[in-house]
């Protein structure tokens, strides 16, 4: 029998582990992620390559709404590593949120470190991945947040529910390429093969048998949660004679939204219902990139949907056809029709009085390298910029820094707005001097509570491209985007104020814009970026710094014990 003191021990010693964080109003669930490198093959070809317990996608995690989630990340590899729950909003904890030198330093070989994921409202699909060089390549996985006990879908519930995560492979070394690309200042290798489930599918060779196979029933109802893991492509995905429904995206319900295709960010997910409505038979679902330049892995990747039943399988199942590589319209289109819920039980919450105006700039930029020896356009060097800026990261963490008074770690004058406005989709050619950035580690200081909007204005330096964003610690709401160079009196007057969707990625369109707003009612500091793996290589990124409020929950947390140092 426990005595009571027995139990308040315990008690005690719970709250210890978790540092003081406690579930909104859900449970405390348990993981142990094991990082080592683990020897797997793909296209006939063998690498070792970092996973967590030696799988690849890596593990599943599953919770319900209000949930903490504690993971012990244990680093038995013999490379730094951090791990970021991705679209997981930490509410006031962002010491668990792990971009590299923004909120932690890294895991060292041989240590551990204990995190806390923090969920809200968040429900939905969700994912983690490796927030340090270009380690996310093979560590991620799915993060599945179910509604509470005892509450449902606002859909009609599936028959099975199924992670489809979309990724890809490079035959090299990830650490390498990136290495390589950042020495010689030109573009990296591009991937062998996208994946599906960690397999590049029939197509490919020494593929044949390890493709995945989705196992239907006529008449029954799937919902597919689509992950976009891909490190630098943003990808169609399409099921040969089946139009799917969208639900979700970002762990947040939408509108069902039906579509013969969908595109999708990396950083991004997307939840679908799948009805097995076609004669029973194989087909084909399968994704491939929506890309604008020339250098990209132009490869498919093919999954099958597999009908039980008595029939004779074709020797081949249909393959569906998808936009063109370069229809920015159809990836546009598709983005452009996701709409919130807006329902009484899942209502928006779309910020009105906006006290905060932030126009960033986001562009690939050029350096001149010494005897034009970089192997960018022009012989010079590829870069990023937000607003100019091409954020060089600190040796030791901004949160870091933030907490403790810091100083000479970054300034605090990233600008609300570009240094000077310009003809942002003009003809620029590569030799303009506006094509060169500036470098910088700076932070923009957010009030409490402070209520933003944002405009991205993507500019046409070096062609100009889409750009995935991707900011931490929120959720935003995308309420408007075009074309062109934003326009203050023209283009506020259409924004989506009723039922604008909810995400925590967002690709603005190539040569075009796109608003967001969001209330900065989470303290901390959080990082902002591309989420094309060589763009934030490049420099594409910077830091918010949100600052605490005055109530006693309106403050960060303090620190866990265990935080790796530098
Ligand atoms: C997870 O661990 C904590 C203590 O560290 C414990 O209180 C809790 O019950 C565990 N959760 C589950 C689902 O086992
Ligand atoms: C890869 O490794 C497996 C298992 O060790 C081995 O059977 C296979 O021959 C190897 N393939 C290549 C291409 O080296
Ligand atoms: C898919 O949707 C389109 C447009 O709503 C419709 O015309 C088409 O018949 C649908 N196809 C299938 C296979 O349900
Ligand atoms: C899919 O990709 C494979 C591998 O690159 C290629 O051989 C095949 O032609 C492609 N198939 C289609 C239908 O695009
Ligand atoms: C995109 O949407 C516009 C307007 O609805 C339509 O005219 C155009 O055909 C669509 N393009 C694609 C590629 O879907
Ligand atoms: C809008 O925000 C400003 C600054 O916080 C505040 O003074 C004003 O009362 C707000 N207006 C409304 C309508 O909420
Ligand atoms: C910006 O440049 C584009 C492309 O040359 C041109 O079509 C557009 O008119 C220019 N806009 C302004 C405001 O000068
Ligand atoms: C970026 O900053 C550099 C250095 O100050 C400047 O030369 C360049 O013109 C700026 N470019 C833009 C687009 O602001
Ligand atoms: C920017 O930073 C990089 C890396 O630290 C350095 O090599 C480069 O010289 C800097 N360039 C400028 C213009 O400050
Ligand atoms: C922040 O906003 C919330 C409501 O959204 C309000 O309850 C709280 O009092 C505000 N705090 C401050 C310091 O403005
Ligand atoms: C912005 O839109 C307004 C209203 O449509 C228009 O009068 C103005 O010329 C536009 N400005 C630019 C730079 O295109
Ligand atoms: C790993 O991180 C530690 C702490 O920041 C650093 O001292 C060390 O140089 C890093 N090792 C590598 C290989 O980057
Ligand atoms: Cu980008």
């Known amino acids: 029998m426990l005595s009571t003191s027995m139990l308040l021990f315990l008690c005690f010693i719970g709250i210890v582990l978790l540092g003081g964080v406690k579930p909104s109003h859900g449970l405390v669930r348990n993981y142990t992620f094991e990082l080592t490198n683990s020897a797997h093959s793909r296209l006939c070809t063998n690498k070792t390559m970092l996973t967590i317990n030696g799988q690849f996608p890596g593990p599943t995690i599953y919770a319900r709404r209000g ?167 943003i990808m169609f995905f399409k099921i040969a004679n089946h139009n799917v429904t969208v639900v979700g995206t970002d762990a947040a319900y939408t509108k069902p939204l039906t579509s013969d295709y969908i595109a999708i960010s990396p950083g991004q997910t997307i939840d679908l219902l799948l009805v097995a409505n076609q004669p029973p038979s194989h087909y084909y679902m399968a994704s491939r990139a929506y890309a604008t330049g020339t250098n990209f892995d132009s490869t498919n990747t093919t999954a099958i949907l597999e009908y039980a039943g008595n029939y004779t399988p074709p020797a081949s199942p249909a393959f569906p056809s998808f936009p063109p590589f370069d229809s920015t319209a159809a990836s546009h289109n598709f983005t452009t029709q996701l709409r919130s819920l807006a329902s009484q039980k899942y209502p928006v919450d779309v910020p009105k009085n906006v006290t905060d105006t932030l126009f960033f700039t986001l562009s690939m930029n050029l350096r001149p390298c010494a005897n034009d020896s970089c192997a960018g356009p022009n012989s010079e060097r590829l870069l990023a910029s937000v607003n100019n800026v091409t954020l060089q990261l600190p040796r030791t963490d901004f949160l870091q820094a933030y907490y403790g008074n810091i100083n000479g770690v970054y300034t605090t004058d990233f600008p609300d707005n570009p240094p000077f406005p310009f003809n942002y989709t003009g003809d620029w050619n590569l030799t303009s001097p506006l094509l060169r950035p500036q470098n910088g580690t700076s932070v923009n200081v957010l009030d409490f509570n402070a209520t933003v909007e944002l405009v991205f204005q993507g500019t046409s330096f070096v062609g100009g491209i889409g750009h995935p964003m991707h900011l931490h610690g929120y959720s935003f709401y995308v309420v408007g985007s075009g074309f062109g160079n934003f326009n203050w009196t023209r283009d506020p007057l259409n924004y989506n104020l009723v039922d604008p969707p909810l995400m925590e990625t967002i690709a603005v369109p190539r040569n075009g814009w796109t608003a967001i707003r969001f209330k900065a009612n989470n303290p901390g500091v959080w990082f902002m970026h591309c989420h094309f793996e060589r763009h934030v290589s490049w420099g594409m990124g910077m830091v918010f710094i949100v600052k605490d409020g005055p109530g006693l929950d309106e403050k960060m947390l303090p620190p866990p014990p265990d935080m790796p140092l530098c």
């Open 67 to 233: 949930d903490l989630v504690n993971v012990v990340v244990i680093n038995s590899a013999d490379h730094n590593i951090t791990i970021h729950w991705h679209g997981v909003k930490m509410p006031r904890y962002p010491w668990s949120d792990g971009p590299e030198f923004v909120t932690q330093c890294p895991i060292s070989p041989g240590t551990r470190f204990n995190q806390r994921i923090v969920l809200s409202d968040e429900e939905g699909t969700l994912w983690w991945h490796a927030h340090s060089d270009w380690s996310r390549n093979s560590v991620y996985g799915a993060l599945i947040i179910l509604p509470p006990r005892g509450e449902s879908y606002p859909f009609r519930k599936p028959y099975h529910e199924v992670p489809i995560l979309l990724g890809d492979w490079f035959n090299r070394d990830v650490q390498e390429i990136m290495e390589e690309f950042l020495a010689s200042g030109g573009d990296p290798e591009v991937s062998d093969s996208f994946l599906i489930n960690g397999q590049p599918g029939d197509l490919h060779p020494c593929s044949k048998q390890d493709i995945f196979r989705l196992k239907v029933e006529s008449g029954k109802t799937y919902l597919l949660r689509i992950v976009n893991a891909v490190m630098n492509n």
